[in-house]
């Protein structure tokens, strides 16, 4: 397991024990330094949106949502 991929499992792990702030900046984090076709990128943005959403910060929420969605997308059209 990557130093990369524990900071992400860490991120993670404090958005289900309702630890938004560092789940925020821990998934930031993984963000910064990995690579948008891993594995765990989508999910992080993903989690990051819920995370700003569930501390009532609708617009950061809305900013990861929508970088989650076009990375789907981006991925779903690789595969065409």
Request: hydrophobic share 25%; aromatic share 16%.
């Amino acid at each position: 397991l990557g130093s990369h991929e524990a900071v992400y499992i860490k991120g993670e792990s404090e958005y289900r024990q309702g630890k938004y702030n560092q789940a925020i900046n821990d998934l930031k984090q993984y963000l910064g330094v990995t690579a948008r076709n891993q594995n765990n990128y989508g999910q992080a943005l993903y989690t990051l949106g819920y995370a700003y959403f569930k501390q009532k910060q609708y617009n950061n929420a809305n900013t990861y949502f929508n970088n989650f969605i076009g990375t789907t997308t981006a991925n779903n059209n690789k595969t065409l």
